[in-house]
């Protein structure tokens, strides 16, 4: 399992096993509930969505069984708080 990390720690390496707080069995699945779990603010949301929607390459969206857009990723952070 990967190094726990901060949400807003910018240095945190972005990959396929490797998302805003460690090793996930599905990365995409695990983004946002993993930053909001480990302790994010409502200040951090944006940092957040910005991440799961264009951080490792992506193009504007975190996708998965449904492609969100940051607007979408926003709304789902806010309401995890």
Known sequence: MGKKTSCTDRTAPIGPHF???G???NP???LVYEGIE???KE???PE???RACYGNGRDGFASGFRRLSREDVVNICRRML
């Open 43 to 45: 200040e951090d949301i």
């Open 28 to 30: 995409r699945s695990g």
């Open 23 to 25: 090793a996930h069995p």
């Open 19 to 21: 998302e805003l707080g």
């Open 38 to 40: 480990l302790g994010a």
């Open 48 to 50: 957040i969505a910005h």
